[in-house]
C-alpha cells in the first residue's frame, strides 16, 4: 500500500490540461482527491478521464467560481470542515481581457489568480492551524516575469496602456503580472505559518500545451498561441504536473518552505517579488480587496 493512500488532496482548476494531470498522478499515489471546478458537466468528465486511467481512483467534487471571493471563501469554509487535506494544490489560472470584471467588480484575472489562492490558503492555513500539510501554487517562469512587475498603484489595471503598446498582449501582461503576486504571496504566507509544519511553495510547470489558458486570446496573443500548439517539441501537462506533484509527495522536499521550483530544482524569483515592503502592501490591499484582516 502506498505512503499516501488514505490521505486527502485539493486541486483547484481540475476539469482540464495540467491540474486533471495532477489529479491523476495524485490519484495514482492512493491519495484521496477532490477536484475543485465551475462546471458539474466539466468535473464530471474529468473525474471519468481520470478513473479510465486510475481505475479505483478515490475522487470528490467541489464546485466553485474561482473568480467569486463569496465563492471562494464559502469553499474554503466547507473544504475546513471536511477531511483535513494533506496537500492543497491552486493551479487555477486564467487570462483574459484587461477590462473584463466580475460581478463583486474585481478584474477577473486579479480574482481568479492571485486573489482565490489568497483567500483559500489562508482559510485553511488558519483552519488547519498545525501541520504537517503540503501547499503549492503553480505559477510562471520566473525569468520571464522578471519583466513584468506588480503595479501596486494599479491592480485593477485600470490603465491598460502601462501593461505595453500592443493591447492584445496586454491579458498576457496582466497575467505575468498576477503570477508574480503568486510569488509574493507564498513568500509571505510562508513566513506566517514558519511554526505550524504547512509548507508552501511555488512551481512553474514550463511552458505546456493544451492548457486552455489562451482561449480568450485575440491578435498576436492567439497567434503566439497558435505557434506554441504547432511546436513539436512542446510539452504536454503530464509534464506540467511533474513539479507541483513532487513538491506535493516527495520526501526530499519535506519540511521546505517558501520556495520556488523549475523542474524540481529551487531557483531565484525577481527581486521585486522578494522585497519585503512591496510584499506586504500587496497582502494587505488583498486582504481589504477580499474583506478579511490583514
Not at 466539466?42 to 473525474?47: H, I, P, Q, T, W
Not at 496573443?221 to 516527495?250: I, K, Q
Not at 522578494?274 to 506586504?280: C, K, M, S
Request: aromatic share 4%; hydrophobic share 40%.
Amino acid at each position: 500500500m502506498s505512503e499516501h493512500h488514505g490521505k486527502h488532496a485539493i486541486v483547484t482548476g481540475a476539469t482540464g490540461g495540467i491540474g486533471e494531470a495532477i489529479v491523476r498522478s495524485l490519484a495514482a499515489t492512493g491519495m484521496t482527491v477532490t477536484m475543485v471546478g465551475r462546471d458539474h458537466g466539466r468535473l464530471a468528465g474529468a473525474s471519468a478521464r481520470v478513473e479510465a486511467a486510475v481505475p479505483g481512483a478515490d475522487l470528490r467534487h467541489a464546485l466553485a467560481d474561482l473568480s467569486l471571493t463569496a465563492d471562494v471563501r464559502a469553499l474554503a469554509e466547507r473544504l475546513a470542515e471536511g477531511d483535513r487535506p494533506d496537500v492543497v494544490i491552486s493551479n487555477a489560472a486564467v487570462s483574459c481581457p484587461v477590462g473584463d470584471r466580475t460581478s463583486e467588480g474585481l478584474q477577473r484575472t486579479l480574482a481568479t489568480n492571485h486573489l482565490a489562492p489568497y483567500v483559500l490558503l489562508r482559510v485553511l492555513g488558519r483552519a488547519l492551524d498545525r501541520g504537517p500539510a503540503r501547499f503549492v501554487i503553480v505559477g510562471a517562469s520566473p525569468t520571464g516575469l522578471a519583466r513584468v512587475p506588480v503595479d501596486l498603484d494599479d491592480l485593477h489595471l485600470t490603465r491598460p496602456r502601462k501593461l505595453g503598446p500592443v493591447p492584445s498582449l496586454r491579458p498576457f501582461v496582466a497575467y505575468g503580472r498576477t503570477k508574480n503576486m503568486n510569488t509574493m504571496f507564498l513568500l509571505s504566507l510562508a513566513e506566517r505559518l514558519s511554526d505550524t509544519g504547512i509548507t508552501i511553495n511555488g512551481a512553474h510547470p514550463g511552458i505546456i500545451s493544451g492548457t486552455g489558458l489562451g482561449r480568450e486570446a485575440r491578435g498576436v496573443e492567439r497567434f503566439l498561441g497558435t505557434v506554441l500548439e504547432l511546436n513539436p517539441w512542446r510539452r504536454g501537462p503530464d509534464s506540467g504536473a511533474d513539479t507541483p506533484v513532487w513538491l506535493a509527495t516527495s520526501p526530499d522536499v519535506a519540511g521546505r518552505t517558501g520556495g520556488f521550483y523549475v523542474d524540481r530544482t529551487a531557483v531565484p524569483t525577481p527581486g521585486h517579488t522578494v522585497d519585503a515592503a512591496r510584499r506586504r502592501r500587496l497582502w494587505e490591499e488583498s486582504a481589504r480587496l477580499v474583506g478579511m484582516e490583514p
